[in-house]
């Protein structure tokens, strides 16, 4: 009967012993691997490279340290395990804050707000995080990454052109001027706004002025002014539409100068307005940022019937000096020919001249000549250029 136990005792260890020898699963662990492993689907141990066994549903699911990592759990947890811990790196961005990726030395993505793991071990990662509180760009940051699609949505672009100046205004409160260029601002909830403002020489046209002047003639005037910015921040911070300022000060300078002339006075001294205009806003102008360079009145145009009338008195004048020129010439010949026959009264051989020039002026007009009369016409022509002067 001991024996009947003691033989199946035996039997039960064989049995027990071949179910344990088939129950053990083999894995290897390479080197730049590490093994998880699980018991009923719980994470219970991290191992590094080698061959180990396991049994009773134990498994082991192998994690590739050259790829980027990714894990179920929660890092916290896994940082609880020494190995995962030593091969780990933990990079926080915050939700103020946006993280460029590097891998290997080459730009590969951008990270948003959030805690990441990063792997130590074969890949080179580098990350760089920039606090979007400072809405600028820093100049170290390439331009060439800034271009990358994948920061469309996280960069705002602003273009300062040559010959101008910019002045940089971050939620409506002005920052700083910049010089031309091209300038680079993280798309945040601040309003970033770069206004330029061109300092070259430019030109304000006050156009279709209708003014009465002091005889109460209604006229119309084009007057130009060219002008240049020469302090931009009294211009675009200090003045509120310094345009609009400047061609209203110019505006009401050129009605009271107008206003308190005649129409006759106005055609006659229209180059003297420019001068009052520019010497009347200079200094107003100077306040808003802006000097004077140059004006000019470039048209005075008149209401019809006034032009009309004025026509009229033109055409007057000029037949008068028409008249008084002709009058001039005919007393001037006049003279002349006084003076000629008091010479030819004087000289016979200037009388007999002068009878030759007539008779030669007459012969050129004459196309054809048929004489008549026999002798008798030569005689008479004969008796015509021997004749004394009586």
């Known amino acids: 009967m001991l024996s009947s136990c003691i033989l199946l005792a035996v039997i039960g260890l064989i049995a027990f012993a071949i179910k344990y020898a088939t129950s053990i699963?083999?894995?290897?662990?390479?080197?730049?691997?590490?093994?998880?492993?699980?018991?009923?689907?719980?994470?219970?141990?991290?191992?590094g490279p080698g061959k180990y066994s396991y049994l009773f549903g134990e498994k082991v699911e192998l994690v590739d340290l050259?790829?980027?990592?990714?894990?179920?759990?929660?890092?916290?947890?896994?940082?609880?395990?020494?190995?995962?811990?030593?091969?780990?790196?933990?990079?926080?961005?915050?939700?103020?804050?946006?993280?460029?990726?590097?891998?290997e030395g080459l730009f590969s993505g951008v990270i948003q707000p959030g805690r990441y793991g990063y792997w130590n071990s074969i890949l080179q990662?580098?990350?760089?995080?920039?606090?979007?509180?400072?809405?600028?760009?820093?100049?170290?940051?390439?331009?060439?990454?800034?271009?990358?699609?994948?920061?469309?949505?996280?960069?705002?672009?602003?273009?300062?052109?040559a010959n101008f100046i910019g002045l940089l205004f971050i939620d409506g409160e002005f920052v700083r001027k910049v010089k031309p260029g091209t300038y680079y601002f993280w798309k945040t909830e601040q309003t970033v706004d770069l206004r330029g403002a061109?300092?070259?020489?430019?030109?304000?046209?006050?156009?279709?002025?209708?003014?009465?002047?002091?005889?109460?003639?209604?006229?119309?005037?084009?007057?130009?002014?060219?002008?240049?910015?020469?302090?931009?921040?009294?211009?675009?911070?200090?003045?509120?539409?310094?345009?609009?300022?400047?061609?209203?000060?110019?505006?009401?300078?050129?009605?009271?100068?107008?206003?308190?002339?005649t129409l006759d006075n106005i055609l006659a001294r229209k180059e003297e307005v420019a001068p009052f205009v520019m010497s009347e806003t200079r200094a107003r102008l100077s306040a808003l940022g802006v000097d004077l360079v140059a004006s000019g009145m470039r048209d005075i145009i008149l209401p019809g019937d006034v032009k009309a009338i004025l026509n009229q008195v033109l055409i007057a004048q000029k037949k008068a000096q028409a008249n008084n020129i002709m009058r001039q010439e005919e007393t001037a010949a006049t003279r002349s020919l006084?003076?000629?026959?008091?010479?030819?009264?004087?000289?016979?051989?200037?009388?007999?001249?002068?009878?030759?020039?007539?008779?030669?002026?007459i012969a050129e007009k004459v196309g054809e000549i048929t004489v008549g009369g026999g002798d008798r016409i030569l005689g008479q022509l004969q008796g015509m250029f021997s004749a004394s002067k009586n």
């Not at 940082?79 to 590097?102: C, G, M, T």
């Not at 606090?131 to 960069?155: F, M, Q």
């Not at 070259?200 to 002008?227: C, H, M, P, S």
């Not at 003076?339 to 007539?358: I, P, R, S, V």
């Open 125 to 161: 990662y580098v990350i760089y995080t920039y606090n979007l509180d400072e809405v600028e760009i820093p100049a170290s940051l390439s331009r060439k990454i800034l271009a990358k699609r994948e920061l469309a949505g996280h960069v705002v672009k602003h273009v300062v052109s």
């Open 198 to 261: 061109d300092l070259r020489t430019q030109l304000v046209e006050i156009g279709g002025q209708e003014i009465l002047t002091k005889d109460k003639a209604a006229i119309r005037v084009n007057f130009d002014v060219q002008y240049k910015i020469v302090d931009i921040e009294k211009a675009l911070v200090e003045t509120a539409d310094y345009k609009r300022q400047m061609y209203t000060i110019i505006q009401l300078a050129l009605r009271e100068y107008i206003g308190t002339m």
């Open 25 to 47: 699963e083999q894995s290897v662990v390479g080197d730049y691997e590490l093994g998880f492993v699980y018991r009923k689907d719980k994470l219970v141990a991290v191992v």
């Open 66 to 103: 050259t790829k980027p990592f990714y894990s179920r759990h929660d890092l916290s947890f896994l940082l609880q395990f020494p190995r995962v811990k030593a091969l780990l790196e933990i990079i926080e961005v915050k939700d103020n804050q946006l993280a460029l990726e590097y891998k």
């Open 338 to 361: 006084l003076n000629t026959a008091k010479l030819m009264e004087q000289n016979d051989m200037l009388f007999k001249l002068k009878e030759m020039e007539y008779v030669e002026r």
